[in-house]
């Protein structure tokens, strides 16, 4: 969908001020559900302790360990809620098990599976084009598309409408929109097909 689509469903002839309020709906949507989920590798390094996060990173999915004693598998690991109490690079205080830091390095050790920000403005249309080939404008024009699915375009349409609603003064329909926006991104998250596997690991990453 082109902004111009945008405008024309939400009835404004104001291209600067619907570009304001798709910004303003993408970093909602993103800030609630997963748009773009990416995985970085890492190196594991022997006695480290923490790492950092990947420049673009919104919320975690995952974090997994190359576990080089069973083929190489990535094994995830569970967060801890709670700084731990560490003795000698083991942490005494999660039951029986301890918790260690690595004790080797392993090239690309850490797999951090994680929703990412998403450039909100693209030259192609998303729906027809991978996405490593889309190419991300920074000053759109009513020909530019939004980087999101059908649904998705959709719900920032209501948003938009939402938006111009409470511009001008008509709260009753703001909130009606706000609340087709709400819906549309709930069913946009109902409709994925979504498989996780959660494993136990000797080490944390906190």
Do not use: C
Request: net charge neutral.
């Amino acid at each position: 969908m082109t902004i111009l689509e945008v405008m024309e469903r939400a009835n404004s002839r104001d291209t600067k001020l619907v570009t304001g309020f798709i910004k303003d709906a993408i970093m909602k949507i993103q800030s609630s559900t997963d748009i773009v989920t990416k995985v970085e590798k890492q190196n594991l390094t022997k006695n480290t302790r923490d790492y950092y996060l990947p420049t673009d990173f919104i919320a975690l999915s995952s974090i997994s360990i190359l576990d080089t004693n069973d083929d190489d598998k990535y094994k995830a690991i569970r967060r801890l809620s709670k700084r731990p109490n560490v003795t000698s690079g083991v942490v005494k205080e999660y039951g029986t098990t301890n918790v260690i830091y690595p004790d080797e390095t392993i090239t690309n050790g850490i797999r951090i599976e994680y929703t990412a920000l998403v450039n909100p403005f693209v030259a192609e249309d998303p729906e027809g084009t991978a996405y490593s080939s889309l190419t991300a404008v920074s000053s759109p024009t009513e020909l530019t598309h939004l980087n999101l699915n059908r649904m998705l375009s959709l719900a920032i349409v209501d948003y938009v409408k939402a938006a111009i609603a409470e511009r001008d003064g008509n709260l009753e329909q703001k909130e009606y929109y706000m609340r087709q926006f709400s819906k549309k991104v709930s069913d946009n998250e109902s409709n994925k097909n979504k498989m996780y596997i959660t494993q136990s690991t000797s080490y944390a990453v906190k």
